[in-house]
């Protein structure tokens, strides 16, 4: 009977993409979350862990209202995911607007994802500047997207309120905004999760209106949605899938999904001029016949057949015994009994098991064979996406920009912490100087001679340039379990951009402002304290800044790798900090240390660079007299960078495998 079941999955005929309109094509997908145990687990291979979805097959029409029901656990959110490509299937083949869903920037531009989480936008930011965001993900250029964000913040109705705080937003303007930035990229198929969560009556029947006449009527899209409300997806879909424990149990319009239930739907006749005696007849007539009396009218209640023979009997004994017909009422079966019944929910009725009337019902729903494992792409698939390196570079700058702009007006928004910031370098530069006095005079021969004898110079230069190094082992990771923990991550990886991008992106914020930081640092310790600080190269002063930037960068990446694969926990930045902080010269010179201490330094880039930056900085020495010290900067940069960012591809690749990219 299972697989009987499974053969209910959603018009599963063999037409071909190029013959039918199909906007979604899913075959024999199949998804086994692992389940780590030990650290074994965690590191390695994890064990095949319970079946989440089971062999779904699933097709969904071009301009079509789908909706998607069933209880909590029964695999909707992984089925949606994996048709957004958030989480990679076990097994099976998907198809997005003629798309391989493997083919994922592709699929991306043809999607928008609409959710009611509202934590996946940025509460700072006005609702525009949270439409221009995701413009520069999807690589849409400035004036395009001033167009389409206009365009979309007319359709749902925020014009008005484009340009207040997110966080100033009702509930309705919040699920306005989400289908919004679904829209943005004019998608073909779009997937809501809930959309009238939260809402009252009449934002949820606005809302409904925007998606049946606006949506699906005028601009023709294919809208998949997920719901609790049964009633909602009985009133505005199309056709409708119910889901539990992991497989699509039935799928059809309401009338397909009322014949599996058999003679569910069931008359009623509100009868005056007759008592209770009389109704002794009818039961004599018809023993299934269902009688009581309410308020001084009797009521025959009967299941409705086919051809309506009961109730035309029904009537003619009426008329027969000069009773007054009143009423004659029809109650049709509704979602919410058709859901409790599909998924073992029995609703109390008695006499009827309506899982044995689906063998025979499956018939009438459509003319069903068994589909072929192979599903071509759609020839205007290729054509649709943008390759080559020309097209690739504008598309991560726009992104990279969009992430800039982003953090720089959210950061910006905290006036106060900003100034804060500025405060606190100077006291820091204060300090220095102050416990610069301390040093005698033996400690700086002994030691500071090769950097010019002056410590506060040698002390003031270690800190701003430990900055990079503070940025670059945490800012990857930090970001990464921010977007986690605020919600936004899942937003983002529905773009193009790639988490890689968004990654890197989300970084170049705190890189700036670390510079920033650095300029002030040593320009506050030249100009105002007298910090002794000569003319070095520029040109080589930027080069082991720019190298000091990747190699720091490199292990913070793979910190961020730790944290998309354990989430808790980052020894990777703790370790190199701390030693960079202990053993790498940062505020004494390495000589002070033991031998073996030394030796341990050697084996961090920020060594290199400080020592590199001190010397070029402090007594203007060329790029012939730091050259060992380049030249181990350069290895760090060419060993470490390569590892990383195959570390982060197999780190996305392993938590969009397991469905836990998004969690923390």
Known sequence: MQKAIQKTNCDLRTDRPSQRGWAIEAHGVTKYYPVASGWRGVLGKRERGPCAVDNVDLRVRKSELFGLVGPNGAGKTTLIKMLTTLVLPTSGSIHIAGCDIRREERVKRAIGLATSDERSFYWRLTGRQNLRFIAGLHNIPARKAEDSIQRVLSQVGLTEVADRRFHTYSTGMRQRLAIARALLTEPSVVFMDEPTKGLDPLAANNLHQLIREHLIDELGLTVFLTSHHLTEVEKICDRIAVMHKGTIRACGT??????????????????????????????????????????????????????DERLMNMIAAVQQKRGRIKAVTCTPVSLDIVFQHL???D?????????????????????LSPQSAWIEEAPGCAQRAQTGLS???????????????????SETSYRFSFFMQIMEIFLTVTALYFLSRLVGQDTIERYLAPYGGNYFAFAIIGVAFYGYFNVGF???????????????????????????????????WKFIMTTFRVLVILLSGALLLGGGMGAGSWPLILLIMAMTVLSASSFGIIAACFIMVVKRGDPISWIFKSASWLVGGVVFPVAVLPIWMQKLAMLLPTTHALQAMRLAMLKGKGLNEIGSEIIALAIFCFVLLPISLRTLRYAVRRAKREGTLTHY
């Open 343 to 345: 998924t073992g929910h």
């Open 254 to 307: 309401m009338p397909e999904l009322r014949r599996l239930l058999g003679p569910m739907e069931k008359y009623r006749i509100a009868v005056e001029g007759l008592d209770m005696a009389a109704g002794a007849s009818f039961l004599a007539l018809d023993p299934a016949v269902r009688i009581s009396s309410n308020a001084g009218s009797l009521q025959l209640e009967f299941d409705k057949d086919s051809a």
């Open 474 to 508: 945490s800012v990857f990771a930090a970001q990464l379990s921010e977007a986690q923990m605020s919600g936004t991550l899942e937003a983002m990886l529905a773009t193009p951009a790639g988490l890689s991008t968004i990654v890197l992106g989300s970084s170049l």
């Open 391 to 409: 097209a690739w570079i504008p598309a991560k700058a726009r992104a990279t920009m969009a992430l800039l702009k982003r953090d720089m007006l």
């Open 347 to 367: 609703a109390g009725i008695p006499g009827n098991n309506p899982i044995a009337h689906l063998s025979e019902a499956l018939e009438t729903l459509s003319d």
